[in-house]
């Protein structure tokens, strides 16, 4: 079932491009933007994930952190955040846990993981759901929510 606007975050860990523990409930506290995308390296995801680099700063000045999850392993995510100098978290998803977690949708009859941008608040509940797949447009969305909180 696809989380929703008003549903809690559900709790979670996971590895991050560094291979570090990550755990959702020591990051409630501060605006989150999770991001999920189909895979890196990639044109679209590329983009996407140069965009919110080029734009941290601005969701870092209102306290919000930004964390990037795909299926890729630990060591994709690792030269892809080194190649593309990305100062945010990224998360491994290799069995899809996260995806099956979050309700993301897949495209193109089940072929291509979908790109889904979810907005939490300091609480841990979701106030935005953006699915597209125009990678770009996620960014923008995401920094005027969180402008808005």
Known sequence: MALKIGDL????KAKTQSGEKFEISNHI??????????KDNTPGCTTQACSFRD???????LGAEVIGVSGDTIESHDKFANKHNLPFILLSDE?????SLFGVPTHF???IPGRVTYIIDKEGKVVSVYNSIK???HIEHALEIVKEM
């Open 95 to 99: 069995k899809r846990k996260l995806r």
């Open 29 to 38: 506290g501060k605006p989150l933007v999770i991001y999920f995308y189909p």
């Open 55 to 61: 734009q941290y700063q601005d969701f870092q000045d």
């Open 109 to 111: 009859f089940g072929l």
């Open 9 to 12: 975050v559900p709790d979670f």
């Open 135 to 137: 990678a770009n447009a």
